[in-house]
């Protein structure tokens, strides 16, 4: 059982001349580091990794187990990104098909990246089911950048925008505003320490808010929205922050006016920001908007007014198309669910040894906090988990605690390795 | 001499297993393929490619000379990168050391990309001999979003400042100034359609201009500063956009105030901006600044304010090792000269058939425009070199002809080959 619980993502080493298969060195070394490794496992844990829980390969990818040294990393993003598609991007990084050169050394004037940049585009319209009087740009900046460029483009100076505010980023973004607008916080999470989201029917909307803003998933809290307040204003518009549970889940874009999202969490490295707009808003920006703010600019350019984050951008392309190879987002969700229920399972059964501050009805299924009854422990949990290949699971440093984010990417082993992991520190230390 | 026309750029084939083996089958189309190539070409042309011009390996990276299907890529950026680098990324992508994840995945506040950011400012620190009064920042979002942010953090809304404007990206960096403060452009080589740069004495510089904006090198009209103006008033500072000839030539950073580059032209991928900005002059933004503009934020965080463009970071990081194994900046200005020489040379001695409209004391090193004296054949000119796997060789739009970018990373071999096919060229249609 002790092999079974590294099998198959730390027992398949690596040949650094083909990734494909281990060396003769690195076997005869095998038996060795294994027995050290588990050697400072006290119980050895029991995980069954089934087949079916491994990453469907892109289309195009040659299929391989090759996770060799790879560990399970729960980092809040920049995070996990599919195997599959990080060994087509080493496969290709060096020449990219027939062009002679690196997706990294192309215009982004040229052919052969405007047919990336086109495929992505469209492969996230298909993905979300993005209406075609929607605007897509791919941006640089992060999302804190679209802090400030929602109000210089949708706000005079002196209009009224409401702010639900479910978490730090949400905090953030409303005080971004208040440069460019009149913003309200209509309703803050902050006393109950940001682990609730409202009932939509109490809120009090401003008349004729421009827009109302919500972070639909707060990455540091672990609170998302499971669905999305109206606005009472016709006129008022739905603006999400959808940075951390972007592609996690289909989402009826027509809601909205707005979505944006940091690429780095579900669907990319960073650098890349998505801006998914209704085109009717486009075109009124503030005079003092710099132009790089300015979405008529990069709407009018189709995102190629400057050079774009092309490397980037090609990350997000191979990823969209793993995500549609998957089945598209009702079946990322079904995953995403099963991975986040077993966690809450695990943390809600542990009779208060492990707990998650979060209401249940909103719990996030991307970032899952969690404390222990005795702190104290916190920092042995990190280091053994660490030690079994399961990094980055300390919670924000504004909160403490720990937290485990299971992105997409994250596969269902990763997550059954860690609840098995739990329940085994906990049979220890309760 | 037909044959080592070829060598070593395009003869090598690849193997996809193993890139620095050509596989049997590859090897057994090899003649054939570079028969039916070679009778593209209506005279063979002659080219020595001397091993001494070939670049230097990273010191962690195994020699090789695995160019294989590789192009010649001469686009003004995105542009080429080393090839060692790219080797080197490719080998480390899926694994970065043993950190168990690619650079991609990493969080940007965990040990392994704090050291991967450090050594690449520490680096360029070396490269550039910045003083430690200057603050070195990795931004997002090109220089055209310095163009806003430099007269938000330098100027009040009536501050006045000068630019010299010697081509398009000088003329676009001071419209958007029109924004922030009250600039004044003192030259403009406009009416000579940007093919110079004044003398300096000549200048009426204004008094108490806050600052003095030049572009070091104009990468669409190809004029190069080779030394820059001192601001009259000793309370002006000069400011450069040094985006295409960025770490190409040893530079006193002393004597500016601040130099901004976008880095896919010399030193990386898109997506990452360089900013060098003493540090007394942090701290004074506009109210109205978004705060990812705002220099003082991302001094005070070490450019970790929000998430970076991490693998972008990354790749610089890698070029600036590279470019120190080569033996630092000093030693790749004499490269970029030698480059530069043999195209201009070839150029001068066509006896008018090509002409480079660039002032010769003011001709870039880097960008290198040129026209045909018989502009029908300029089409054919670059179908031609395209066959011979000299790609991007078109003028910029806005200025037609064609234009040939030459940064670091263009192998010496490259423009000898551009030239040898100039040369043949103009032998078959003078």
């Not at 579900?266 to 085109?279: A, F, Q």
């Not at 992105?407 to 520190?425: I, Q, R, S, T």
Request: aromatic residues 8%; positive net charge.
């Amino acid at each position: 059982m002790a092999m079974a619980a590294a099998t198959p993502h730390s027992l398949l080493l690596k040949n650094p001349t083909n990734p494909l298969k281990p060396t003769s060195t690195q076997l005869a070394a095998f038996p060795t580091t294994t027995l050290s490794r588990l050697a400072t496992t006290r119980k050895p844990i029991s995980i069954t990794c089934s087949a079916a829980t491994t990453t469907t390969p892109l289309p195009t990818t040659p299929s391989t187990s090759a996770s060799s040294d790879r560990v399970f990393n729960f980092a809040a993003g920049p995070a996990t990104l599919p195997e599959n598609v990080l060994l087509k991007a080493q496969s290709e990084l060096y020449i990219w098909r027939d062009s002679g050169m690196s997706v990294m050394e192309m215009s982004h004037r040229g052919k052969d990246f405007l047919s990336i940049i086109q495929k992505a585009e469209s492969d996230l319209r298909t993905l979300l089911n993005i209406p075609s009087d929607y605007a897509v740009l791919f941006l640089q900046g992060g999302a804190t950048t679209q802090f400030a460029a929602i109000p210089l483009n949708l706000c005079q100076p002196d209009d009224t925008v409401d702010f639900i505010v479910t978490g730090s980023w949400g905090d953030k973004a409303y005080k971004e505003a208040t440069k460019y607008s009149k913003p309200n916080v209509i309703w803050s999470g902050k006393s109950d320490k940001y682990t609730n989201i409202p009932s939509f029917d109490s809120l009090e909307q401003s008349p004729r808010a421009k827009y109302l803003h919500i972070c639909a998933n707060e990455t540091i809290h672990g609170v998302e929205f499971k669905d999305y307040p109206t606005p009472k204003d016709p006129n008022t518009i739905l603006v999400a922050d959808m940075s951390s549970n972007f592609c996690s889940k289909p989402v009826d874009v027509s809601k909205f006016g707005l979505i944006y999202a940091g690429a780095q969490k579900n669907v990319g490295p960073s650098g890349v920001t998505i801006v998914i707009i209704r085109k009717d808003l486009i075109g009124n920006a503030q005079p003092i908007t710099p132009v790089m703010l300015d979405y008529k600019i990069h709407a009018e350019n189709n995102s190629l007014y400057n050079t774009p984050p092309c490397y980037g951008i090609y990350m997000c392309g191979l990823v969209f198309e793993d995500l549609l190879a998957q089945g598209g987002l009702v079946e990322v969700e079904k995953k995403n669910k099963k991975k986040a229920q077993i966690l809450y399972d695990t943390i809600d059964a542990s009779n208060g040894f492990y707990r998650c501050p979060v209401e249940k009805s909103v719990r996030s299924l991307m970032n899952v906090p969690f404390t222990l009854v005795k702190p104290e422990l916190e920092a042995d949990f990190i280091k053994e988990a660490a030690k079994e290949k399961m990094l980055q699971l300390k919670g924000h440093r504004s909160v403490g605690g720990m937290r485990a984010s299971i992105y997409n990417a994250m596969p269902y082993a990763g997550v059954e390795k860690l609840v098995a992991f739990m329940k085994d520190f906990q049979a220890r230390h309760d």
